[in-house]
Antibody, heavy 121, light 105 residues
Framework: EVQLVESGGGWVQPGRSLRLSCVASGFTFDDYAMHWVRQAPGKGLEWVSSVSWNSVGLDYADSVKGRFTISRDNAKNSLYLQMNSLGPDDTALYYC??????????????WGQGTLVTVSS | SYEVTQPLSVSVALGQTARITCGGNNITIKNAHWYQQKPGQAPVLVIYRDSNRPSGIPERFSGSNSGNTATLTISRAQAGDEADYYCQVRDSFWVFGGGTKLTVL
């Protein structure tokens, strides 16, 4: 059974940093791309970032480019999102999602339950 | 940047057919994917690459993509189908539609 468990969310002041983690199990982690998607309270889904199986392919939404960094550690079956210079618009539930293939162009076939990030003074 | 448009809400009578659209410029050349999200839950993939159902998704869910519109069709709608539905396509990067709230009357 595929499982994705996010952690690292919490309350943070504007301008500060936070690092999210996602631990995967139930599949061969290094065969698949991984993604982060966020959802602000009461709003829709917003794609944030993607990483290919070998970390060569890296994509970022314009809203986070230059502030967020996605990475993965295939030895630890883990995905990360380093978030810097956080602002109130970054307040959201952050989901980790498994890609349907090794590259970043495939659909997202499994999602975690999310970790909540609140940016407020 | 590429944009996709969904209706905010769709209503369907119990047992009837619901159709949720996702509009985008020449969307037919892109693969459209659909996700179901129930309140307080993570999204679930219900259709990928326009018309393919993942294992475990009922045959009542189907998809199509032609011209400027991709469509998710839910036949014999059930109360349990009430949810938000999101379409997703890839242009230079991933794009989600704004979501459609399906109400089963």
């Amino acid at each position: 059974e595929v499982q994705l468990v996010e952690s690292g969310g919490g309350w943070v002041q504007p301008g500060r940093s936070l690092r999210l983690s996602c631990v995967a199990s139930g599949f061969t982690f290094d065969d698949y791309a991984m993604h982060w998607v966020r959802q602000a309270p009461g709003k829709g889904l917003e794609w944030v970032s993607s990483v290919s199986w070998n970390s060569v392919g890296l994509d970022y939404a314009d809203s986070v480019k230059g502030r967020f960094t996605i990475s993965r550690d295939n030895a630890k079956n883990s995905l990360y999102l380093q978030m810097n210079s956080l602002g109130p618009d970054d307040t959201a539930l952050y989901y980790c999602a498994k890609g349907g293939g090794s590259g970043t162009k495939y659909h997202f076939d499994y999602w975690g339950q999310g970790t909540l990030v609140t940016v407020s003074s | 940047s590429y944009e996709v448009t969904q209706p905010l809400s769709v209503s369907v009578a119990l047992g009837q057919t619901a159709r949720i659209t996702c509009g985008g410029n020449n969307i037919t050349i892109k693969n459209a994917h659909w996700y179901q999200q129930k309140p307080g839950q993570a999204p679930v993939l219900v259709i990928y690459r326009d018309s393919n159902r993942p294992s475990g998704i009922p045959e009542r869910f189907s998809g199509s993509n032609s011209g400027n519109t991709a469509t998710l069709t839910i036949s014999r709608a059930q109360a349990g189908d009430e949810a938000d539905y999101y379409c997703q396509v890839r242009d230079s990067f991933w794009v989600f539609g704004g979501g459609t709230k399906l109400t089963v009357l």
